[in-house]
């Protein structure tokens, strides 16, 4: 892995770009569920 970066605004934007994502594209669930099921 690269440097090491901070989670907490990771997620933050991880989340915001998901419900963009899933909003625009919902067949992308399949690929973004278990990935935000953790956090």
Not at 20 to 29: E, H, M, Q, S, Y
């Amino acid at each position: 892995m690269e440097k090491p970066k901070p989670v907490r605004g990771r997620a933050r934007i991880r989340k915001l770009y998901n419900k963009r994502f899933l909003a625009v594209n919902p067949d992308a669930k399949r690929k973004v569920g278990p990935n935000s099921q953790s956090q």
